[in-house]
């Protein structure tokens, strides 16, 4: 069940991530020149519509049908977003993330069912008109069908937020969402569930809080702040480095192996974002668009104008909320605990597995190309990438390639797939042939040592 949710989760970021980039953008042009903006300007404020009700759908509908049925996918399902976005008066993100997906798996078994079946010579003819018979056909179905169907589902969302701020119990969304993040799917419920949900409200009043609910630096940092002061062995020699990259770098994935080390630190997250909530509510905070990373440079980037002081106060109040549970829950219950300890247990689980994740064939000293992946191929990927990258110079080894990607979009010619356990089985699946090394942290895996002493073996550089 709880792969399930997971691979669902990945999909659905997968289709916004990487077009975080046109959500910032229509993010600071709303900032900047809507009539309440920082500078309004009339002529360019009319640009926020168009980008927010078809530039954006638009995108993810290409994206997802890229995932499932790559070029031609992505093409027929932009079609298919179109009939969406032209039914629905309100922006049609959610609609999207169904349309583009249908559309690529729609074109695939077509493609599928013809394969071999095509005349020489009609190849060109075949592609052209499938892909505009079957996007008109998705596109009709989506604007008569799926398009009421999706405003409903939006309106009954709506509604259930509603409730809960009519009551008050909006914070309590903190309980479920820490500790789904702490189970990496912190991407998943902030770009596929909060990010909509957010540009919508956005579109209505120029903010929302829904941004800060997952990307909010807080907890994180309070929870590492409390293993500077009351931690042991590495976990505290290593809290200040994962500290000021999750702060003010934004990966948040690095908290998460600290509160794995003590579960009970959940409850400090938990308390920590369920204030945050609290504050931007009652005051009015939040931010114009994603804050990606979620650090806290980008939070304050998407800002608006006369919010500082409700989202600073909900960053810190959360930090300090987190830290100070997190520094008695450590006395009382995290003694024992030791990050040495839980990298040597995660060092001894992948000893055991490595006969069934590596090819017999593989020469690591002839290793030339090597790929971190995970979900987006940003944030986490990136940031191990750089530190392997720092571990082979220092080592004199630099004419090795280290790259990132997502996970889907792994390069066939890899020889070394650096990933998150989590994805080890979906990595391995994309590029049989390529050594998978499986970590749980990032920033300070062990495993990173061993690779670099490995293939310094290989080529006899003992």
């Given at each position: ?14 289709m ?22 920082w ?36 093409v ?44 020489a ?14 996007g ?19 309106n009954?969302l ?40 957010g540009?919508?409200?956005t ?40 500290f ?63 919010g ?37 247990r ?20 002839s ?12 944030g ?12 082979f ?61 490995e ?8």
């Open positions: 069940m709880k792969e399930k949710v997971q691979s669902t989760g990945r999909f659905l970021s997968g916004v991530m990487p077009n975080i980039g046109a959500f910032i953008a229509w993010g600071l042009i709303t900032a900047f020149f809507i009539p309440t903006g500078i309004p300007n009339e002529t360019i404020a009319v640009m926020v519509g168009p980008m927010l009700k078809y530039l954006l759908p638009l995108l993810i509908g290409y994206t997802g049908g890229k995932i499932v049925g790559d070029t031609r996918g992505a027929v399902g932009a079609i298919a977003t179109t009939g969406i976005i032209i039914g629905a008066d309100i922006p049609m993100f959610f609609g999207a993330m169904i349309a583009g997906p249908i559309g690529g798996l729609c074109i695939r078994y077509f493609d599928r069912s013809v394969e071999g079946k095509i005349p010579g009609f190849e060109m003819l075949v592609n052209n008109f499938s892909s505009g018979i079957v008109g056909l998705l596109a009709i179905a989506c604007y008569l069908g799926i398009s009421p169907l999706c405003v409903a589902i939006t009954l709506a509604a259930g937020v509603g409730v809960l701020v009519t009551h008050g119990l909006l914070p309590t969304v903190g309980l479920l969402v820490e500790p789904a993040k702490v189970l990496f799917l912190n991407n998943a419920i902030n770009h596929g569930i909060f990010t909509p949900m540009i919508e409200q579109a209505e009043i120029g903010k929302s809080l829904f941004f800060m609910i997952e990307s909010n630096p807080g907890p994180g940092a309070g929870l590492l702040l409390a293993y500077c002061l009351t931690g042991k062995g590495t976990a505290k020699s290593s809290a200040p480095g994962a000021i990259i999750h702060f003010f770098g934004g990966i948040h994935e690095l908290y998460f192996p600290y509160v794995l080390m003590n579960p009970i630190l959940i409850v400090a997250t938990m308390a920590g974002n369920i204030a945050s909530i609290f504050v931007l509510q009652t005051l009015g905070g939040g931010l114009i668009a994603a804050a990606s990373p979620g650090s806290i440079f980008a939070e304050l980037m998407m800002t608006p104008k006369g500082y002081a409700a989202n600073l106060l909900a960053i810190f109040l959360s930090m300090g909320v987190t830290f100070l549970l997190s520094v008695v829950l450590l006395r009382i219950f995290g003694k024992d605990a030791d990050l040495e300890e839980s990298q040597a995660v060092k001894a689980m992948k000893a055991e597995a490595k006969g069934t994740s590596a090819p017999a064939a593989l020469n690591m000293g290793v030339r190309k090597i790929v971190f992946a995970c979900d987006a191929g940003m986490s990927s990136a940031m191990g990438a750089t530190t392997l990258k720092k571990k110079k220092d080592a004199g080894i630099e004419d090795i390639e280290i790259s990132h990607s997502p996970v889907s979009e792994v390069p066939q010619d890899v020889e070394v797939i650096i990933t998150h356990e989590e994805l080890k089985n979906r990595a391995g699946s994309a590029v049989p042939t390529a050594r998978v090394v499986a970590i749980k942290n990032f920033m300070g895996a062990p495993e990173y040592d061993a690779l670099v002493q293939i310094q073996n290989a080529r006899g550089k003992n």
